[in-house]
C-alpha cells in the first residue's frame, strides 16, 4: 500500500481504504498497530490514529479494547428506495426490511403505546396537540448487531383496537393494515439529516463514542385523498447504512 497526496492522515486512511475494498486487508484481520503504521507509512503515531478514526468513522474499523483495531466484518445494509415502499411488496405479505436485508438474521424489539402526539407529529397528522396517537417503537438487529431505531405515530382513533397496536401487526406490516382499514398509503415522503447521535441513540445503537453519525430519515405516508395516516421517524446507523435512490426523469 502506498499513499500519496493531500493532508498526511488523509493519505493514510486513503491507502488503508483502498488495501480494504481490494480485499488485499481481509475483513476481520488487524491492522498494525499505530507505531508500525507510522513506519510505513513515514508519518507518527499521531497522524496514523486520526487515519484511523476517518476509517472508524466511514464504518471500515472498529477499535478493540486492548487489541488493536480491526477492519470490520460487517457487510453495510443498502437502503433502496422507492422499491422498498412498493405496495406488492407489504399487500404480499413482506415486511418492508426484507428489502433491505434480505436473508440475513434479524431480530426487533417492539413497544407499542398511546401516548399524547409530539408537536412536530400532531402536524403532520393534522392533529391538536396532545392528541392520542399510538406510537409502535422498534429497534432492529441485523446479524446480532443493533442498526437502527424506529418509532411509527399513527392516530389512534384510526388504528386503536387493530393490529396495528398490537406488537405483531400480521403479514405485510402496518401498511397492509391501513390498507384493509380503507387508509391504504398510496404516497410517502422521506427528509434525510445526517447528524450526530445523541446520548440515548449513541447507547440504544452501542456507538463508538468518537466518530459515530446518524442518518434521521422521517417518513409520512399519505392516502389517496391526502391524508397523512404515519410518522415514522428512524434513526439510522451511518456507518451501516447505504442510501440508494431511483427515480424517473
Not at 431480530?107 to 397528522?125: G, H, R, S, Y
Not at 398490537?166 to 410517502?188: I, N
Amino acid at each position: 500500500m502506498t499513499a500519496a497526496g493531500g493532508p498526511a492522515y488523509r493519505r493514510v486512511a486513503d491507502a488503508l481504504r483502498e488495501g480494504i475494498r481490494n480485499g488485499e486487508l481481509a475483513p476481520g484481520s488487524r491492522l498494525a498497530s499505530l507505531p508500525k503504521l507510522g513506519q510505513e507509512f513515514d508519518v507518527s503515531p499521531d497522524v496514523a490514529r486520526q487515519a484511523l478514526a476517518v476509517l472508524r468513522a466511514e464504518g471500515l474499523v472498529e477499535t478493540r479494547q486492548g487489541a488493536g483495531a480491526f477492519v470490520r466484518a460487517f457487510a453495510q445494509i443498502t437502503r433502496r428506495a422507492p422499491d422498498r415502499l412498493a405496495r406488492e411488496r407489504w399487500v404480499g405479505g413482506e415486511a418492508i426490511q426484507d428489502a433491505d436485508t434480505g436473508p440475513r438474521w434479524r431480530t426487533v424489539d417492539i413497544t407499542v403505546n398511546e401516548i399524547p402526539a409530539p408537536a412536530a407529529v400532531a402536524v403532520a397528522l393534522d392533529l391538536s396537540e396532545g392528541e392520542p396517537v399510538v406510537a409502535r417503537s422498534r429497534r432492529f438487529l441485523v446479524d446480532e448487531r443493533p442498526v437502527q431505531l424506529a418509532t411509527s405515530y399513527f392516530p389512534a382513533d384510526l388504528v386503536r383496537g387493530t393490529a396495528i397496536a398490537y406488537t405483531d401487526t400480521g403479514p405485510g406490516g402496518s401498511y397492509a393494515r391501513l390498507a384493509e382499514l380503507g387508509h391504504e398509503p398510496v404516497r410517502f415522503r422521506e427528509r434525510v439529516e445526517d447528524r450526530l447521535p445523541d446520548s440515548a441513540e449513541r447507547s440504544t445503537l452501542a456507538l463508538p463514542a468518537d466518530g459515530s453519525r446518524i442518518f434521521e430519515v422521517t417518513r409520512l405516508a399519505f392516502t389517496a385523498d391526502g391524508r397523512c395516516v404515519e410518522v415514522n421517524r428512524m434513526v439510522l446507523d451511518a456507518a451501516v447504512y447505504v442510501l440508494e435512490y431511483e427515480f424517473s426523469a
